[in-house]
């Protein structure tokens, strides 16, 4: 099993940056991608980006792309996102997860979840 902790959300004003971290224990022997997701009051929760464990291989939704970033750091056992140039329409739970297969985007390829970290971006 792996366990996932986010953190680093909160509130900020649009066209600020926020940096999100998630920290990742038990058996990462098994990851081999990891990705964060989002979730807004009403909506469905949506891909942001994704990273492989091995390789610098990297994907973004079309709405983040050139806005955020995703990075890990194996040694420390952590994945982050760097978010720059908010906007509200990026409110919501963010969360992060791990996958051992499938495709990036899919919600359902991933095995593992953290419990989610609020970003509201006000105007």
């Known amino acids: 099993q792996v366990q996932l902790v986010e953190s680093g959300g909160g509130l900020v004003q649009a066209g600020g940056s926020q940096r999100l971290s998630c920290a990742v224990s038990?058996?990462?022997?098994?990851?081999?991608?990891m990705g964060w997701f989002r979730q807004a009051p009403g909506k469905e929760r949506e891909f942001v980006a994704a990273?492989?464990?091995?390789?610098?291989?990297?994907d973004y939704a079309d709405s983040v792309k050139g806005r955020f970033g995703i990075s890990r750091d194996n040694a420390k056992n952590a994945v982050y996102l760097q978010m720059n140039s908010l906007k509200p329409a990026d409110t919501g739970v963010y969360y992060c997860a791990t996958a051992h297969r499938g495709t990036w985007h899919y919600r359902t390829s991933y095995d593992n979840w953290g419990q989610g970290t609020q970003v509201t971006v006000s105007s």
């Open positions: 038990g058996r990462t022997s098994d990851i081999n991608f």
């Open positions: 990273i492989s464990r091995n390789t610098d291989t990297t």
